[in-house]
């Protein structure tokens, strides 16, 4: 599978299968698309037959001299020998043994507190409550959740664990006994814990702020972007803005990590669909690495992304890759994390083919310590799987995300970027279609856009 | 090449050999939490 693209004055060839991009001339375009428009799946051998030659004549003639379309013929060949273009479909083969792999639980989000100091209105978790009560989670509970994942984690050392909410700074306490208990545990039993927390920052103090510093790897600071914008969606429950407390703590926090293992993250709505503003906010108040994720809402919520807004949030990413460019190029450049590729050293095709690992090696624990396949699923009384008491006690859920892959799903199968998105977000299949099966298709058009940007930031930055 | 400029050295067809270790992180715990980003991750076992 060959996709190719015009962006930014680059013409770029991405060989889907081997993983390849070449950015090419105008000619070496032109010549590839009618190549593959041809056939899909040329060989070496196939393109060395006449007729392809004659095709190329026949479409190209009137654009390019016999010489020039033959030069670019012949580096086309070169490229399909080596593997990095025309490269067939290897993976299929491999689904048999990712629907059966054993898998291990390696991952856990603590629903550390349902409860929340805002009262964001386009909250997923209904201010902290998730379709139930308030609570907080126990150092009881979260200790058991903690051995849960111990005894379920096979071979693998690393384990993460990610102090989710509602806002977990509301149940700091726990957080910290916890980060204690797993410290304690992980020499026992030979594992490696790799905490992480997601704030909005309320409680952010000086005393918080080293903790995280000394314990986890990751944290995710909540905020979306100019003042005005993130007020009219992140205000506290008197209805007051809460940026002007939150951005001094998070830049503090960022400045006291070397501006490094944390996202300042943003939700973008219909409301500020000129969300590059934002994002450039978070870079001109100093941070560097940022993350801005589209609302997920029905579509009957005001706030909500529909397709007509497309074109616009395309455009926006458009603007946004090449004044990151720009900043790099002038030693101002920032991360942004949806425009993060590795092409060299990325993930395997394993990993890719399994997906995000919800349901099987990620699972979130509620304050009384249900076990549901991801966070965004809490609350769905047809996805609780078990407790912390008796584990897994419904694994033919388990089982059902294990078999899901950008194959079983027939939007995946065909689009070019199935290895860089692995199938999209489960969640938000569920949530649209009614199955984990099938996919959130303005989700899939925006996560194409900045598949295609990264590419090309890499391009001119090369 | 004259035409062609290839970004990258390692194609992902030569990581169905080997398999997954599985230490990699889970795509979720990063940044996102509301959608599914894989292809911006790091391999284990090139760090």
């Keep these: 599978m060959i996709h190719q693209y015009k962006s930014n004055g680059y013409y770029i060839v991405l060989d889907v299968n081997s993983g390849a991009v070449h950015v090419v001339d105008e000619l070496c375009y032109d010549v590839i698309a009618c190549l593959s428009g041809q056939n899909e799946e040329h060989t070496e051998e196939t393109l060395k037959e006449s007729a392809v030659f004659e095709l190329l004549k026949e479409q190209l003639g009137g654009r390019y001299i016999e010489d020039e379309l033959k030069e670019a013929l012949e580096e086309v060949t070169e490229l399909t020998k080596a593997g990095r273009l025309f490269t067939p479909d290897c993976y299929e083969c491999l689904l048999e043994d990712v629907k059966k792999r054993k898998t291990v639980v390696k991952a856990l989000c603590l629903h550390i507190a349902h409860d929340c100091n805002l009262a964001c209105r386009y909250c997923f978790a209904e201010e902290g409550e998730y379709h139930g009560r308030r609570a907080l989670m126990s150092f009881e509970v979260g200790k058991k959740a903690l051995d849960f994942l111990i005894r379920n984690s096979g071979n693998r050392r690393n384990l993460e664990v990610d102090f989710f909410g509602g806002e977990p700074l509301m149940n700091w306490q726990v957080v910290k006994d916890l980060v204690a208990y797993g410290r304690e545990q992980e020499k026992i039993h030979d594992k490696h814990f790799r905490f992480t927390v997601t704030t909005n920052g309320v409680l952010l103090n000086d005393e918080v702020q080293d903790f995280i510093n000394r314990e986890m790897d990751n944290v995710v600071l909540s905020l979306d972007g100019r003042r005005k914008v993130n007020d009219r969606m992140r205000p506290f429950r008197n209805g007051a803005g809460s940026y002007d407390l939150i951005v001094p703590k998070f830049q503090k926090l960022a400045d006291s990590r070397n501006q490094e293992r944390y996202y300042v993250r943003g939700t973008f709505t219909r409301e500020n669909l000129d969300f590059s503003e934002d994002i450039l906010h978070f870079a001109d108040l100093g941070f560097k690495q940022m993350s801005m994720e589209p609302v997920v809402g029905e579509e009957s919520d005001i706030y909500a992304i529909r397709e007509g807004d497309l074109p616009v949030i395309m455009e926006e990413y458009d603007k946004l890759a090449k004044i990151m460019i720009e900043r790099e190029k002038s030693g101002k450049g920032f991360h942004f994390f949806h425009f993060m590729i590795d092409l060299e050293g990325g993930p395997c095709a394993a990993k890719r083919l399994s997906g995000c690992g919800s349901g099987t090696e990620y699972l979130a624990v509620t304050p009384w310590g249900d076990l549901y396949p991801c966070h965004q699923f809490v609350g769905q009384e047809e996805f609780l799987m078990g407790n912390v008491d008796e584990g897994i006690i419904k694994p033919e859920i388990a089982d059902e995300f294990r078999s899901c892959n950008v194959y079983t799903k027939e939007k995946c199968r065909n689009c070019f970027a199935k290895f860089y998105c692995s199938g999209g977000c489960m969640a938000n299949a569920y949530h649209f279609h009614g199955t984990i099966h099938d996919a959130f298709d303005i989700g899939c058009e925006m996560q194409r856009k900045r598949v295609e940007c990264a590419i090309m930031i890499k391009a001119a930055l090369s | ?47």
């Design chain 2, 1 to 47: 090449m004259k035409h062609v400029k290839t970004l990258n050295t390692q194609t992902l067809n030569n990581t169905v050999k080997k398999g997954g270790c599985g230490e990699c992180q889970t795509s979720c715990q990063s940044a996102c939490k509301t959608s599914c980003t894989v292809g911006n991750q790091t391999c284990e076992q090139k760090k």
